[in-house]
Antibody, heavy 118, light 104 residues
Framework: EVQLVESGGGLVQPGGSLRLSCAASGFTFSSYWMSWVRQAPGKGLEWVANIKQDGSEKYYVDSVKGRFTISRDNAKNSLYLQMNSLRAEDTAVYYC???????????WGQGTTVTVSS | SYVLTQPPSVSVAPGKTARITCGGNNIGSKSVHWYQQKPGQAPVLVIYYDSDRPSGIPERFSGSNSGNTATLTISRVEAGDEADYYCQVWDPEVFGTGTKVTVL
């Protein structure tokens, strides 16, 4: 079964750090772009970052540049999001998703919740 | 930055047709994908590459893209189609503002 499972979410104080993980199974992880997408409470979807199959290209939404780092370990079939200098506005459910530019994001995880609050 | 604009809401009676628009500058030159999201669930891809359907998605879902507008069409709407719908493009990667579809 093709599956993505996120972990690492939780409650963190403003200015703190958190590392999200996404474990992939059931498909050739190294063949796909991978993305992080978030959804603030009651709001729409927001793309956060993505990474090319071999990790050679990484892109970020402007609001997280310099604070978040996306990475992957193809040997472990895992995707990561290191989040530093967290702000209240980073509070959201974070989803990992696999994708191909011409085929969209066809597999999503169940999401992990990040709450930034004092 | 590139912006994709959707109507906040669309209401449709069962058995009728719902059309959800996604407006963006020259969006017709990009590949557009559409997602359905029900409350408390992860999004599901319903249309990719403007008009292709993933396996398992009913033929009632179709898409088109031209000029400055992409459109998701849901024919013979059912109660189970009630959800939020989002368009999305790559390069730059961005989601639309989202449309809540209500089945009357």
């Amino acid at each position: 079964e093709v599956q993505l499972v996120e972990s690492g979410g939780g409650l963190v104080q403003p200015g703190g750090s958190l590392r999200l993980s996404c474990a992939a199974s059931g498909f050739t992880f190294s063949s796909y772009w991978m993305s992080w997408v978030r959804q603030a409470p009651g709001k729409g979807l927001e793309w956060v970052a993505n990474i090319k199959q071999d990790g050679s290209e990484k892109y970020y939404v402007d609001s997280v540049k310099g604070r978040f780092t996306i990475s992957r370990d193809n040997a472990k079939n895992s995707l990561y999001l290191q989040m530093n200098s967290l702000r209240a506005e980073d509070t959201a459910v974070y989803y990992c998703a696999r994708g191909i530019p011409t085929r969209g994001m066809d597999v999503w995880g169940q999401g992990t919740t990040v709450t930034v609050s004092s | 930055s590139y912006v994709l604009t959707q109507p906040p809401s669309v209401s449709v009676a069962p058995g009728k047709t719902a059309r959800i628009t996604c407006g963006g500058n020259n969006i017709g030159s990009k590949s557009v994908h559409w997602y359905q999201q029900k409350p408390g669930q992860a999004p599901v891809l319903v249309i990719y590459y403007d008009s292709d359907r993933p396996s398992g998605i009913p033929e009632r879902f179709s898409g088109s893209n031209s000029g400055n507008t992409a459109t998701l069409t849901i024919s013979r709407v059912e109660a189970g189609d009630e959800a939020d719908y989002y368009c999305q493009v790559w390069d730059p990667e961005v989601f639309g503002t989202g449309t809540k579809v209500t089945v009357l």
